[in-house]
């Protein structure tokens, strides 16, 4: 118990949280074909590039693919209850349309969980973290295409089988929200000119909800007592002025990111986004029984991530800010991480509580960090106070939220090694309590070394957050 005798609850799940394009590198290696991921060397706010002549660092990552037993080791060391990876899509179904799975991939994700069960680090499993196989864009279309919710069922239910007994927590898609910032990224979205964009977002947001309610339905079949849950970026948003009309746009803004919850968690599209598709000319295309499956596919907890708050403002004279998703209007009471994000410890309680008002299931924070350039000095360490100071902030805002009532199954920050960052597709923004000694042209030793927050976060998992 700490000072102030709060607590954590007993096997509350601490550890880190990776996607595969992100670090695996290793980009064809024994079967895998090529994502969306693999043509985006600028990250994903830019649009793709096919013609793959510009170096994308996702290709090679930080090597994860053959370093992965060394840095579970680490992870171990730090005293990890829990790992969040995401699979790779392509390492499973290198086209995403085929029936039979490849092998080797469904081996490398074998070993790996074999490796985390080793030091009983509980594996929290993505399906789908900000890639697809590169072929259903080009022949299908990304998630326009209703064909696609098929192929994903096809390849949840390939990796709920193989894994049924190493992996009970699992998400279907991460950010899901984020088909409408990141089109290619989120959904495998190309537009063709004069093409209704908006309305092809909502319809991929809707395939996903499908394809995300069948997985659910599938997983609780083939894995008893499996939790399966959704995953939103969180972006609360405050009111610039008390004026009610602040008030409203914030919480209109708010429900662009609910939406997605709300669907994924209670069954059913809120009214209010009836009205926004009828006010913008959205037509969704449903089939007979959508309805019904979205209710009988309901998610067991709310995944999300959480890295900074927004402000709406009816006065189109406030000053902007840029955050990798939004652009926003700036907060003047924060300050800002080096990319513009808006550091809120604060936000991160409010969400816990908004979420857990609204629909009264457990809640998990599967993202959370600092992304910031770190600095290797010549005696080989790594002084990041300042990401210590941030996770620091918001891990106290999480433990008031506990207080508060909120249930919380765990906290996986992101990034726990340095890896490729998803909006700049470079290494210089880190998140890391190890670095890597890798840089964004893909150059260094690779080594990993420790940094001072590696041996602050163990201490806080060793004391279940009483150090905080
Ligand atoms: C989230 C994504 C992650 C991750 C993180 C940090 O939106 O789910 O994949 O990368 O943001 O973002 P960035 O890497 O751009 O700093």
């Known amino acids: 118990m700490n000072k102030m005798g709060k607590r954590f609850p007993e096997g509350f799940l601490w550890g880190g949280a990776v996607a595969a394009n992100q670090l695996e590198g290793a980009y064809k290696a024994d079967g895998k074909g090529l994502s969306t991921a693999d043509v985006s060397p600028y990250g994903i706010m830019s649009p793709p590039d096919e013609s793959m002549t510009a170096y994308n660092l996702y290709h090679d990552g930080i090597d994860f693919y053959h370093k992965y037993k060394e840095d579970i080791a680490l992870f171990a060391e730090m005293g990890f209850k829990a790992f969040r990876l995401s699979i790779a899509w392509t390492r499973i179904f290198p086209n995403g349309d085929e029936t039979e799975p490849n092998e080797k991939g469904l081996a490398f994700y074998d070993n790996l969980f074999d490796e985390l069960k080793k030091y009983n680090i509980e594996p929290v499993v993505t399906i789908s973290h900000y890639e697809m196989p590169l072929a259903l864009v080009k022949n299908y279309g990304g998630w326009k295409n209703r064909k696609v919710v098929e192929f994903y069922e096809h390849f949840a239910r390939t990796v709920f089988t193989r894994y049924k007994d190493k992996v009970k927590y699992w998400m279907t898609f991460n950010e899901i929200n984020v088909i409408l910032h990141a089109p290619f990224t989120g959904g495998g979205l190309l537009f063709e000119e004069g093409e209704n964009q908006k309305n092809a977002q909502y319809q991929g947001a809707h395939h996903q909800f499908i394809a995300s309610a069948l997985a659910v339905k599938a997983g609780h079949e083939i894995i ?179 207080e508060d009532g909120v249930e919380l199954i765990g906290y996986t920050s992101w990034g726990p090694i340095d890896l490729v960052s998803a909006s700049t597709a470079e290494l210089r923004k880190r998140y890391g309590y190890i670095y890597v000694d890798r840089d964004s042209e893909g150059k260094g030793t690779n080594n990993r070394i420790k940094k001072k927050s590696f041996h602050w976060y163990k201490e806080v998992i060793e004391t279940n957050g009483e150090s905080l």
């Open 224 to 402: 008893p007592g499996s939790q399966i849950g959704c995953m939103i970026a969180s972006m609360v948003t405050y009111p610039y002025t008390s004026k009610p009309e602040d008030m409203f746009a914030a919480m209109q803004q708010d429900r662009q990111t609910l939406f997605f919850s709300d669907v994924q968690a209670r069954g059913s599209y809120p009214g209010y986004m009836k009205r926004f598709f009828r006010d913008n000319n959205i037509e969704i295309v449903m089939e007979e029984g959508d309805e019904q499956l979205l209710k009988d596919g309901t998610v067991d907890y709310i995944g999300f991530s959480y890295y900074m708050s927004f402000v709406a403002s009816t006065d189109p004279e406030h000053q902007k800010t840029s955050g990798n998703l939004l652009e926003g209007v700036k907060n003047p009471y924060l300050a800002s991480s080096e990319w513009g994000w808006q550091i809120d410890p604060k936000g991160l309680r409010i969400v816990l509580n908004q979420l857990h008002d609204r629909y009264q299931k457990p809640l998990f924070i599967v993202e959370n960090g600092l992304g910031a350039v770190d600095t290797l000095s010549t005696d080989g360490t790594v002084e990041d106070d300042y990401r210590i100071d941030y996770l620091q902030s918001h891990l106290e805002e999480v433990r008031e939220a506990i």
